[in-house]
C-alpha cells in the first residue's frame, strides 16, 4: 500500500482522497443511506412488505440514540427513560388538540414546550441523581419515570387523559390522516410523512453527532473512562454528567413529540418501563460504544418484531415448514442474543461485531488483491 | 393468530408472504384497495381485540363469534369474507398501530375490535379521522357514545348509563347508602358516574369511592376504605377477572354477609372460576346478553358456540357475533365498503338479522343516529339455585330476572355528550 | 452479610432534620387516628401484613445481590417461573398446593443454578450493570418461555381450603392466608439468616466475595458455594412466587411488576443488609396503606378536599426517592458499596 501513494499516481490520489473524504464524513453519509434504504428494504414483499413502520424505526433510532448519549458516551444508564419521550409527546399531543382549556399551540411551539419541560427536569434530576453510583442512578431514574407515569395516569388537571391517553384532535394542520396514509402539507406541497421524519431524523442526528465528537462529547468519554484521572485534570465531572443529562433529555422529547403525530397521539403505555427497558435492550443490542450501534439496535429489536412475529410459512420450494409457532417467541431469540452480547462483551453489540467483520473483510481483501 | 383458531383462516399477509418466499410475487395489486365504493362481495374485516394480556379470554371469545358469524353471512349473502385479526393488548396505541396496519396493508374495508374502552376510545379516534368504519366490539365506556363519538365509529353493545340504569331500581331499593369500588380507566370511570347518578336520581347516597388500578393483586386496602365507610351496600365496578380477585379478597375478609353487592355489567364467564355456591356473591347485576337468554335462537347459537369455541358461550361471544354481522350487512346493503356509504346504511338502521332473534328481548334494536348506540334490550340477571345450575352442553349459572326497553335505559342523545 | 442492629451511636449520630421528619410522622399518625380509628387499624394492620410478604418477595434478591454482588433482574422471572409452576403441578398433575410449595422452588432452583453455570459465572468480576444487563436479557428469555407454555391469559389454583377465609383479630378480620404468609415469611427469615450469619458456608462466600483467591487458597470450593447461593436465591424467588400466586393467581406481568418492587425494598433497606430489608419491607407495605389515609385525614382537618390524593402505588417509589437522595447507601446498607 505505502509503495503505491508513494509513486504519486493520479488516479489513486484521487481515491485517497475521496476515501479520507468518505472517512471523515462517514457518519452522515451512513445516516442518509440509512433513510434512503430503509423503507425499499423493510416493504420489500421478501421482508416485511409493510412500509408505515418505517418513519416509526427512525423516530425511535433518534430516542435511543438519545438514549445512548446518557449510556454510551456518559456512562450513565437511565432506566426511566420513557418520561423524556413522554413529556415530548403529552406535550406536543396537549398543545396540539387544546384540550381542558389548555392553550391551543402550533405543533412546533408545543414540541418546543415539551423539550424544555424534558431538559429541564432532566437537569433538575441530573443535578440531584448523577453522582449516586450508577445502580443507584438506575434505579433513582426508574422511580422518578414510575412517578411520572402515575402522574399521568391521575389526569391532573384533565390534561393527560389518565389511561385513555390523549387521542382525539391530535394532528397539527399541517398533517393529513386517510385510511392510515399520513401526508405533511406543506404551502401546498404534499409530502410523505416519512420523509418529514427523514428530515427531523437527519437533523437530530447530525446534531447529536456534531455533540460527541465536540470537546464535549471527548470530556464525557474521559469522565467514563476514568472519572477521577477526568477531575484531577480540572474537568468538572459533575457539570459535564448533568449537561449530557439535559441534551439527552431534551433529544429524547423531541423524538416523542414527532412520535405523537406517527401514532396518533400521547398514550399512558409510553411512559412505562417497559419502554424504558426497550431503550436499554435496544441500545446495548445495537453496541452503546458505537454511534451507528442504537441505530443498529433499534433496527434488529424493530424488523425482528414486526418480522417474526408475523413470519408463519417457510418455502423452501421442496418442502414448506411452518415456524409460525416458533418464530411469534421472538423475544426469546432476541432475550438470548442479548445475554450472549452482553457476556462476549458489554458495550460492543450487533454494531460493534459488524464493523469488525467488516474490517476483517476489507483487510483480507487487500491482502489478496496485494 | 390464526393458528388458534378453530377455522381455518388464511389471511392474506401470510399468502403474500408465503407467494413472496417461494419466489412467485406480483400478488400486490390484484386484491381490491380498502373504501371502494364498487361492490361489496369481496370483504376483508380487520378484528382488533385483546388476544394477550388479562382480557385475552374475553378477545378470543369475542373473535370467535365473529368467525360464526362470518360462517352465517358468507352462506346467506355470498359474500366472500377475509378475516384479518391482530392483538391490542391492553394498549390503545397498540391497538391503533393495529387499525393502522390492517387497513393500509391488509387493506381492510372496515375495522371493529377491542376490550377495554380506553383502547377502544383510541381506536374510535384514529378510525374517525382517518375515514374507516369501526365497531368497538366489547367496550361499554358512555365516552364512545358521548364526548368521543365519531362519524364512523357505531357501538354494537350497552353502554355503562343504560347497564347502570337497568340494576338502578334494585340496588336503590336494597341499600341507601353506597360505596363504589370502580376499576381505575375509562370503562370503571365512566361506570361509576353512571351508576352514581341512578342512585342520586332516586335519593339515595354515594358515600365514597374507591379507583382500583387495573389489572391489580391486592384489594385489600380499597375493601378496608369501603368497610370503614358506613354504607350499607358496595357497588363492584371491577373490570374483567379482576370481580373475581376482589369477591375472594372481599369474602376472605369476612366482609360478605354485611352489604349489599352489585355490578351493573356481568359476564358469567368471571364467575366460572368460583364454586357455584358463590356465583350467587352478587345482590344486583346487570347483563348485555348472556345464556340465560333463552330463545330459541339464542340456546341454538349457545350450542354452536360450546361446540366450536374454547371458552363457554357467554357475552363476549354474541358481541363478535353481533358486530361482524351488522358491519358485514351494513357494506351489503349500502353495495360498497365507503366509510360514509356504510355510515348512512347503519344510522337508523333496525335490525332484523339472526343477531336480534339471538339478543331477544321484545322491544328489538336500532342504531341511533345522534350518538351512534345500538339501542337494545338490557337483562337483570341472578344466579340459578345450584341445583339447577346445568353443565352441559354448556355452563348456565344465571337466570333472567327484569327485562328492560332500550329505549327505557338509554339516556337521550342530548345528555351524552356527543356531537357529530 | 452485616446484620446491622441500631447502637446507641448509631441514633446519637442521627441529624435533626430526621429526628423531625420522625416527629412529624408520628404527629400525623396521631392526628389520622384521631380522625379515622377503624379505618387506621384496619390499614395499619393490613399493611404490615402486605409488609412481610414483600420482605418474603425480596428475600432471595437481597441474598444475591448482597452476597455476590449480581444485580439479578431475573429475581422477578424466578418469582414468576415459581408462580406457573406451581399452577402445573396443582392444576395439571393434580397434587396438593402443598407439594406445589416444595417442587416448583426446586425447579426454579434448578434453572438458576443452569443459568449460574452458563451465563452469570463470567460476570462475577464485571460491573454491576453488566450483572444487570444479562439478568435483563435472561427476565425476556424466561418471560417468553412462560408466555409459550402457559398463556398469556391469566391462571388462578384454588388454595387449601382452610386458608380461604378470614380470621378475626378483634379490631379487624385479616384474611387467613395472608397471616399464614406472614407466619412463612418470618420462618423463612429466621432460617436464611442463620445459613449466611452463624453457618461456614455464610461466611466463606462472604469471604469469596472480597477475596476469591484466598478463600481459594485456603481450601474451599469456591464455584460450586456461590452455585448454592444462587439456587438458594432462585428457590427463595420460586417459593414466594408459589405463596403469592395462590392468592392472586398467575399473570404474565406479575414478574416485572414485583421486581421492580423488590428493587425498591432492597435498595431503601441498603444493598448488603438483610435486616434493612425486612424493616424496608414492612415500612413500605405499611406506608402503601396507610399514606392514602393520612392524606385523607389530614384533608378532612385542614378542609382541604385536593389533599386527599390516592398515590398508594406511588408510595413506594417516593419512599425510594426521598431515601436515596438524602442516605443513599440505603436505610442500613454498607458506606461504599455499589456507591
Known amino acids: ?370 | 393468530m390464526s393458528g388458534n383458531n378453530t377455522w381455518d383462516t388464511v389471511d392474506r399477509r401470510t399468502v403474500l408472504r408465503a407467494a413472496g418466499a417461494a419466489g412467485i410475487g406480483g400478488l400486490a395489486g390484484c386484491l381490491g384497495g380498502g373504501g371502494d365504493e364498487g361492490g361489496a362481495n369481496d370483504l376483508t374485516v380487520g378484528v382488533a381485540t385483546s388476544l394477550s394480556g388479562p382480557f385475552s379470554v374475553f378477545g378470543q371469545a369475542a373473535l370467535d363469534g365473529a368467525m360464526l358469524a362470518v360462517e352465517d353471512l358468507e352462506e346467506e349473502l355470498g359474500v366472500s369474507i377475509t378475516v384479518e385479526d391482530g392483538d391490542t393488548q391492553l394498549d390503545p396505541q397498540t391497538g391503533v398501530s393495529q387499525l393502522q396496519r390492517m387497513v393500509t396493508e391488509a387493506e381492510a374495508d372496515f375495522t371493529m375490535g377491542a376490550v377495554s374502552s380506553s383502547a377502544a376510545q383510541a381506536m374510535a379516534s384514529w378510525a374517525n379521522e382517518n375515514e374507516v368504519i369501526y365497531m368497538p366490539t366489547g367496550a361499554h365506556g358512555d365516552g364512545l357514545t358521548g364526548a368521543a363519538c365519531g362519524p364512523y365509529s357505531f357501538r354494537p353493545t350497552a353502554s355503562n348509563s343504560m347497564l347502570a340504569a337497568s340494576i338502578g331500581a334494585e340496588m336503590a331499593e336494597s341499600a341507601d347508602s353506597w360505596y363504589l369500588l370502580y376499576s381505575d380507566y375509562a370503562w370503571g370511570d365512566t361506570a361509576q358516574s353512571a351508576v352514581s347518578r341512578i342512585l342520586e336520581e332516586q335519593g339515595k347516597e354515594v358515600v365514597g369511592r374507591s379507583a382500583t388500578p387495573f389489572p391489580a393483586d391486592d384489594y385489600s386496602p380499597y375493601l378496608n376504605e369501603a368497610d370503614n365507610s358506613d354504607a350499607d351496600g358496595i357497588g363492584m365496578l371491577i373490570a374483567g377477572l379482576d370481580l373475581r380477585k376482589a369477591s375472594n379478597q372481599l369474602v376472605s375478609q369476612g366482609m360478605q354477609g354485611d352489604y349489599t353487592l352489585a355490578m351493573h355489567q356481568l359476564e358469567d364467564a368471571v364467575f366460572w372460576g368460583l364454586d357455584r355456591e358463590s356465583a350467587g356473591i352478587l345482590d344486583s347485576a346487570g347483563q348485555v346478553w348472556g345464556p340465560a337468554v333463552d330463545t330459541d335462537a339464542s340456546v341454538d347459537f349457545c350450542e354452536r358456540v360450546a361446540e366450536s369455541s374454547n371458552t363457554d358461550p357467554y357475552v363476549r361471544h354474541f358481541l363478535g357475533y353481533l358486530s361482524m354481522d351488522q358491519a358485514v350487512r351494513a357494506a351489503v346493503r349500502a353495495d360498497s365498503t365507503n366509510a360514509d356509504d356504510m355510515r348512512g346504511a347503519l344510522e337508523g338502521h333496525e335490525v332484523s338479522s339472526m343477531a336480534a332473534d339471538i339478543k331477544g328481548g321484545d322491544s328489538g334494536m336500532y342504531w341511533r343516529e345522534g350518538d351512534h348506540q345500538l339501542i337494545q334490550p338490557t337483562y337483570t340477571v341472578e344466579a340459578m339455585d345450584v341445583e339447577t345450575m346445568s353443565e352441559d352442553p354448556y355452563k348456565r349459572w344465571f337466570q333472567t330476572v327484569n327485562t328492560f326497553d332500550g329505549d327505557d335505559v338509554a339516556r337521550p342523545v342530548s345528555e351524552t355528550g356527543c356531537s357529530m | 452479610m452485616s446484620t446491622t442492629e441500631l447502637t446507641r451511636e448509631d441514633l446519637a449520630t442521627v441529624s435533626p432534620a430526621w429526628w423531625a421528619a420522625g416527629l412529624l410522622t408520628v404527629v400525623l399518625l396521631a392526628v389520622t387516628f384521631a380522625v379515622e380509628p377503624g379505618l387506621f387499624i384496619d390499614q395499619a394492620i393490613g399493611g404490615l401484613v402486605y409488609g412481610m410478604v414483600l420482605v418474603l418477595v425480596t428475600l432471595g434478591l437481597s441474598l444475591i445481590l448482597g452476597l455476590m454482588g449480581i444485580v439479578n433482574f431475573a429475581h422477578g422471572a424466578f418469582f414468576m417461573l415459581g408462580a406457573y409452576i406451581s399452577y402445573s403441578v396443582v392444576v395439571t398433575l393434580g397434587l396438593p398446593f402443598w407439594a406445589a410449595l416444595i417442587l416448583a422452588p426446586l425447579i426454579v432452583g434448578v434453572v438458576g443454578v443452569v443459568l449460574e453455570i452458563t451465563v452469570l459465572r463470567y460476570l462475577y468480576d464485571s460491573d454491576p450493570i453488566v450483572s444487570l444487563l444479562a439478568t435483563f436479557g435472561l427476565t425476556m428469555m424466561i418471560e417468553e418461555v412462560i408466555r409459550a407454555y402457559w398463556g398469556t391469559a391469566p391462571l388462578e389454583i384454588s388454595r387449601p381450603s382452610v386458608l380461604t377465609r378470614g380470621t378475626d383479630l378483634g379490631v379487624t378480620t385479616v384474611p387467613t392466608y395472608r397471616l399464614f404468609l406472614v407466619g412463612v415469611a418470618v420462618i423463612t427469615i429466621a432460617a436464611v439468616y442463620l445459613l449466611i450469619s452463624r453457618t461456614d458456608f455464610g461466611l466463606t462466600i462472604r469471604a469469596g466475595v472480597q477475596d476469591g483467591e484466598m478463600t481459594e487458597f485456603v481450601g474451599v470450593n469456591l464455584p460450586i458455594r456461590f452455585t448454592a447461593m444462587f439456587f438458594l436465591g432462585a428457590a427463595l424467588a420460586g417459593f414466594a412466587g408459589v405463596l403469592y400466586s395462590a392468592e392472586t393467581g398467575m399473570r404474565t406481568t406479575m414478574g416485572e411488576t414485583f421486581v421492580i418492587l423488590a428493587f425498591v425494598v432492597v435498595v431503601v433497606g441498603g444493598i448488603g443488609s438483610l435486616f434493612g430489608s425486612v424493616v424496608s419491607g414492612i415500612l413500605i407495605g405499611v406506608s402503601a396503606y396507610l399514606t392514602p389515609v393520612v392524606l385523607s385525614a389530614l384533608a378532612e382537618v385542614t378542609n382541604q378536599p385536593w389533599l386527599a390524593l390516592q398515590i398508594r402505588n406511588l408510595v413506594p417509589y417516593l419512599v425510594m426517592i426521598l431515601i436515596l437522595l438524602y442516605r443513599p447507601r440505603g436505610l442500613f446498607g454498607e458506606e461504599g458499596f455499589l456507591e
Open chain 1, 1 to 370: 500500500m505505502s509503495g503505491e501513494t508513494a509513486t504519486g499516481e493520479g488516479p489513486t490520489e484521487a481515491l485517497d482522497r475521496a476515501r479520507s473524504l468518505l472517512l471523515r464524513y462517514r457518519v452522515p453519509v451512513g445516516l442518509v443511506l440509512v433513510v434512503l434504504l430503509l423503507r425499499p428494504v423493510i416493504s420489500h414483499p421478501l421482508l416485511l412488505g409493510y412500509e408505515a413502520v418505517a418513519a416509526t424505526i427512525l423516530i425511535w433510532m433518534v430516542f435511543v440514540a438519545a438514549f445512548n448519549l446518557l449510556f454510551g458516551y456518559a456512562g450513565l444508564l437511565s432506566f426511566g427513560h420513557a418520561m423524556f419521550l413522554g413529556f415530548g409527546m403529552y406535550a406536543a399531543a396537549i398543545g396540539v388538540s387544546g384540550r381542558a382549556g389548555a392553550p391551543e399551540l402550533p405543533f412546533p411551539v408545543a414540541a418546543a414546550v415539551g423539550i424544555a419541560v424534558a431538559a429541564t427536569v432532566g437537569y433538575l434530576l441530573g443535578r440531584l441523581t448523577v453522582e449516586k453510583g450508577e445502580i443507584y442512578f438506575a434505579f433513582l431514574t426508574l422511580a422518578v419515570a414510575q412517578a411520572v407515569e402515575f402522574t399521568a395516569n391521575r389526569n391532573p388537571l384533565n390534561l393527560t387523559g389518565g389511561s385513555n391517553g390523549v387521542t382525539q384532535n391530535v394532528l397539527p394542520g399541517f398533517v393529513e390522516s386517510t385510511r392510515g396514509q399520513l401526508v405533511v402539507v406543506f404551502t401546498g406541497l404534499e409530502i410523505d410523512w416519512y420523509w418529514f421524519v427523514s428530515a427531523v431524523f437527519l437533523v437530530a442526528m447530525l446534531a447529536l453527532w456534531q455533540i460527541v465528537r465536540s470537546p464535549f462529547g471527548r470530556s464525557l468519554v474521559a469522565i467514563r473512562e476514568n472519572g477521577d484521572l477526568a477531575r484531577a485534570m480540572g474537568i468538572n465531572t459533575t457539570r459535564y454528567k448533568v449537561q449530557a443529562f439535559t441534551i439527552s433529555a431534551a433529544f429524547s422529547a423531541l423524538a416523542g413529540s414527532v412520535l405523537m403525530i406517527d401514532r396518533y397521539g400521547a398514550s399512558q403505555e409510553t411512559l412505562s418501563v417497559i419502554t424504558s427497558g426497550d431503550t436499554v435492550l435496544m441500545a446495548v443490542l445495537g453496541g452503546v460504544r458505537y454511534f451507528f450501534g442504537p441505530v443498529a439496535g433499534v433496527f434488529v429489536w424493530q424488523f425482528t418484531e414486526e418480522f417474526l412475529n408475523e413470519f408463519e410459512v417457510l418455502h423452501l420450494g421442496f418442502t414448506s415448514v411452518d415456524l409460525s409457532g416458533v418464530l411469534t417467541h421472538w423475544q426469546f431469540f432476541l432475550g438470548a442474543l442479548f445475554v450472549v452480547l452482553v457476556v462476549v462483551a458489554p458495550l460492543e453489540g450487533i454494531w460493534g461485531y459488524l464493523r469488525d467483520w467488516v474490517r476483517d473483510l476489507y483487510v483480507r481483501v487487500k491482502g489478496v488483491a496485494e
